[in-house]
Nanobody, 122 residues
């Protein structure tokens, strides 16, 4: 069982930066692939980024490549999403999730956090 709690969301102007954190409980955190997804009002939840259990493989949606960076700290049981050059279209609720396999589809993720709101003003 893994419990996930996101933090770090907020309101930022276009071009600004935010860093999201996801704190995980459970001794097996290090064995999970961790992902970030987002859901804007009226839209489907979409994949943003993922990082393998070792941190050696990282995956990004085309829309965030070059702007967002995912990382993890095993000692702190935490995964991060550094978001730079933010755009109004990045506005969404951001969710942290855990999967037993490297995956970019939400169906492969078993555990989810409650989400944190990110709002980018133009």
């Amino acid at each position: 069982q893994v419990q996930l709690v996101e933090s770090g969301g907020g309101l930022v102007q276009a071009g600004g930066s935010l860093r999201l954190s996801c704190a995980a409980s459970g001794r097996t955190f290090s064995s999970y692939t961790m992902g970030w997804f987002r859901q804007a009002p009226g839209k489907e939840r979409e994949f943003v980024a993922a990082i393998s259990w070792s941190g050696g493989r990282r995956f990004y949606a085309d829309s965030v490549k070059g702007r967002f960076t995912i990382s993890r700290d095993h000692a702190k049981n935490t995964v991060y999403l550094q978001m730079n050059s933010l755009k109004p279209e990045d506005t969404a609720v951001y969710y942290c999730a855990a999967s037993r396999v490297d995956a970019t589809t939400r169906e492969m993720y078993s555990y989810w956090g409650q989400g944190t709101q990110v709002t980018v003003s133009s």
